[in-house]
């Protein structure tokens, strides 16, 4: 019981209160706790316990009131931990010391590693003044937020600052880093900042002529707010400039501001403010608007243009706990037809994509009973200039309710109790427009508003087990707030001065106007399964899900007189006429509220889907031996017959499929082909394909399409997949955002094909054949050469036009603490390069170097 001797000896020294110990005989391994207070004289020696191990030998002297632990020591102190192969306390100054040792084979062993709450540090050796909270380290790398700092000497003078030596700063993480920025002296203040004197660059140990006469590295944990250093370069047709610099305001930790802006010599400038916000288990989003004055070439010269572009995004997510009754949610895209032509898209899709869309809605729960939703959305066309903008649409829809359903079942139900009844609401108030139309006064008259009110009474139930049988009446009622009415002007007038022949005039007649309709439909089917085993052979069965349908509708004639709905206007002097609807607003029809069906309808209609797929024997699976493979996804045959109709009831035969094989290869079809003949004109006519050319389809007079996709990768071993993602939402919606900033190095190579056919042969009213052929080949795909070289490529080619479409190329080079990219795009509108090479990290996210030329160099 030598150690438990010389720990009271020590205690009966240094203090009268208590020493609590719990030592083992042998001194080669000691887990012990140690408290100490106050001496008898009130001095303050270690306020609090003070936890030690060592995998070696602990000794103590007690004359000398010293303690020493060796091989693997460890003492833990409050919120202090230090770990080293040797360490010594003074119980007298409350002093620890900590070296590392050097092993049989002059390595380095046994680091003294320190660890202070959020502070951490290496070092060869230290002291610390347990009461003073002040400590000298010698030869340290700590890091500092997102760098590293190497000192030769730290003195640390309290819990918030410290004052080195001579060292370096660097994001690179070995022990001799591959570049780092040097000075003389600095001051860290942990969780704020490092600030050094005169410092200078050095890479691979050698100092480059980058003289700084300070240095300040914030080293903030979270959010804080600084200035975004700008990009530069020149343009050709917009000269000089910088281009993304301003300040980044971190507001709290529930919103920021990103305020950034361009501005080039020749004129151009742009304002890119960008908002985020979230607040936990409630929403997120964010907002960015980017407005650019853009002036290319020299004023005075052909090639000059000036144009204000701007682009708006916005995107709110609310949290389904936050509200469970109701839910609001926005994505907004919508901007000026031009903006990506002049500025710099987000990505490779926003340049290629000319269509945007945006939806603000809210959906809220009525009760048990009915359900609330209101939205606004936006769709155009960049190419074609095509706005549609929607607000409000207004929807209610009411719980579906069983009159004849029982409350207290008891045995099966009856086949009325199937019955049910819902009602809904839809109102929409709706434009399009050109875009540069849009705003001016004249087009708020060309708004299209209607009410939809829908009343479908259901039901199903079996018949002779085997079979579904379903109905449905259809009750509509549409709401119109104007009509028309067309009158023949058989005379010259004079309207504003001009002279007007005889002409169609259309009044316009405000007031709402209610049109009704209603139709039945009835279909009736079931699912037939075969299956065909073989008892020899690699194949075991094949099966076959086939799902006949048959249905019927009918819809009355509601362009009878009597209702009103439809009227007839003479067209011309010859006095030929024309029929039209009141609910016609003048070139416009309102597609969401159209008016009802004009003459009778009533049609037989027919499908048949399959599904087919084989179980082959199988290595793999250790269970059954078997394996299932896909032959066909989908594939649906239909087509109708119109009973109503004088000659040529039987529309086109439609046929889609879809499957995919061996997991690897996506395949899609859809055609539809007619069953009529056509003459040496191409138009159809009243006879059967069979009659005339014993074929039960007509496939020269088709349309049909083909697309095939192929991915072709590396078979992935079990051991190389990757664990389930450590990554944020935030991560994993920055990366699904900007894919073409991320690499992927799960895959060593990687190879995407997507090909389409298109053909169409219909007959025309013109009484022309038209045949057109469209075929498109995508190719896309990465390698890596090495574990730190990946190339990336994409291309397609148009064979009708007979020319590649956007190729680009790209080259990205792990280089550790640093990075290079290299891009080019090598023709097209967007024929450009851009090489860079820059630090990982964002604390120094903007020592890199950067060459390119621009897409805007072409304009």
């Not at 609310?318 to 109701?326: E, L, T």
């Not at 048959?550 to 009227?567: C, E, I």
């Not at 649906?636 to 109503?644: C, N, T």
Request: proline fraction near 4%.
């Amino acid at each position: 019981m030598v150690l438990a001797f010389c720990v009271q000896a020590i205690s009966q020294v240094v203090t009268k209160d208590t020493l609590a110990l719990n030592a083992k005989d042998t001194v080669s391994v000691s887990v012990d706790s140690l408290s100490l207070s106050k001496t008898a004289k009130g001095k303050v020696m270690l306020d609090g316990k003070i936890d030690y191990a060592s995998a070696d030998s602990l000794s103590f002297d007690i004359r000398k009131k010293m303690a020493y632990m060796y091989g693997n020591a460890m003492i833990k102190y409050q919120d202090i931990k230090l770990n080293a192969a040797e360490i010594i306390i003074d119980f007298n100054k409350s002093i620890v010391y900590a070296n590392a040792a050097t092993d049989s084979a002059g390595k380095t062993i046994g680091i003294p590693d320190f660890t202070q709450g959020t502070l951490n540090f290496k070092s060869n050796s230290l002291s610390y003044n347990f009461n003073t909270k002040k400590g000298l380290i010698k030869n340290v790398v700590t890091q500092e937020g997102g760098g590293y700092l190497h000192a030769t000497v730290i003195k640390k003078l309290n819990d918030n600052v410290s004052e080195t030596g001579p060292g370096m700063f660097t994001t690179c993480d070995l022990d001799h880093p591959h570049f780092a920025i040097k000075y003389s002296r600095a001051k860290v203040i942990p969780g704020d900042k490092i600030v050094t004197g005169p410092a200078y660059l050095s890479i691979e140990d050698v100092p480059l002529p980058l003289v700084l006469p300070f240095g300040l590295f914030p080293n903030k944990k979270g959010r804080s707010s600084g200035i975004k250093m700008p990009t530069w370069g020149e343009m050709t047709n917009q000269g000089f400039y910088l281009m993304d610099g301003g300040y980044y305001f971190g507001l709290s930790d529930h919103f920021d501001l990103l305020m950034v802006g361009d501005i080039y010599s020749r004129g151009s400038w742009a304002l890119k403010p960008s908002v985020n916000y979230k607040k936990r288990y409630k929403y997120s989003g964010n907002f960015s608007l980017k407005y650019a004055n853009n002036v290319l070439g020299v004023q005075g010269t052909p090639s000059y243009s000036k144009s204000k572009d701007f682009f708006i995004t916005w995107s709110h997510r609310q949290d389904p706990k936050a509200r469970p009754n109701g839910i609001f949610s926005a994505m907004v895209q919508a901007g000026s037809r031009k903006f990506n032509k002049y500025n710099s898209p987000n990505s490779v899709n926003d340049y290629l994509t000319n269509t945007f869309s945006s939806s603000i809605s809210y959906n809220m729960r009525l009760g048990d009973f009915a359900n609330l939703s209101t939205s606004a959305s936006h769709s155009q066309n960049t190419s074609t200039g095509d706005v549609t903008i929607t607000l409000p649409t207004v929807e209610v829809g009411f719980n579906r309710y069983y009159p004849f359903k029982r409350k207290i079942q008891s045995g099966n139900p009856a086949w009325y109790e199937s019955i049910s009844i819902t009602y809904s609401m839809n109102l929409k108030n709706q434009i399009t427009e050109k875009d540069s139309l849009l705003f001016k006064p004249e087009s708020m008259h060309k708004f299209i508003s209607g009410v939809k009110h829908t009343i479908p009474l259901s039901g199903s139930f079996k018949l002779f087990k085997y079979f579904t049988w379903s109905h449905s009446i259809n009750y509509t009622e549409n709401w119109f707030p104007r009509t028309i009415r067309k009158t023949w002007i058989n005379e010259q007038t004079i309207v504003n001065g001009d002279t007007l022949a005889p002409h169609v005039q259309v009044d316009t007649i405000r007031g709402i106007r209610a049109a009704r309709e209603y139709n039945y439909s009835s279909s009736i089917g079931t699912t037939v399964y075969g299956m065909l085993h073989f008892k020899h052979g690699p194949v075991r069965a094949i099966r076959h899900v086939v799902k006949p349908s048959v249905n019927f509708g009918y819809r009355p004639d509601f362009g009878r007189a009597q209702l009103g709905y439809y009227k007839t206007v003479q067209t011309d002097t010859l006095g030929n006429t024309q029929t039209y609807s009141i609910f016609q607003d003048g070139t416009y029809l309102n597609a969401f509220t159209s008016p009802p069906g004009r003459g009778r309808s009533g049609t037989i209609g027919f499908s048949l889907n399959n599904n087919l797929e084989m179980k082959v024997k199988s290595k793999s699976d250790t269970v059954t031996g078997e394996q299932k493979i896909m032959l066909i996804d989908n594939m649906l045959i239909s087509s109708s017959y119109d009973l109503v109709k004088d000659s040529m009831r039987l529309s086109p035969v439609s046929v889609s499929a879809r499957t995919t094989l061996f997991k690897k290869i996506n395949i899609t079809y859809s055609g539809s082909f007619s069953p009529y003949a056509t003459n040496s004109k191409g138009i159809y006519y009243n006879k059967y394909q069979w009659d005339v050319n014993k074929k039960l389809l007509n496939f020269m007079n088709s349309a049909w399409n083909l697309s095939v996709g192929y991915d072709i990768k590396p078979k992935q071993k079990k051991a190389d997949k990757p664990t389930p993602a450590s990554a944020t939402e935030a991560e994993m919606s920055e990366i699904k955002n900007n894919p073409d900033e991320f690499i992927d190095w799960d895959n060593p190579w990687n190879v995407h094909l997507d090909y389409t056919f298109n053909y169409n042969c219909l007959s025309l009213t013109t009484g022309k054949r038209q045949k057109t052929i469209v075929q498109t080949l995508n190719v896309s795909g990465d390698l890596s050469v090495t574990d730190k070289w990946k190339i990336t490529a994409r291309t397609g080619y148009d064979f009708k036009n007979k020319d590649f479409s956007y190729t680009s190329f790209s080259v990205y080079r792990n280089l550790h603490c640093w990075e290079m990219r290299f891009n080019w795009i090598p023709y097209g509108f967007q024929k450009s390069w851009n090489f860079q090479i820059n630090v990982k990290s964002s604390v120094l996210q903007d020592l890199k170097l950067t060459k390119k030329k621009d897409f805007r160099d072409n304009l």
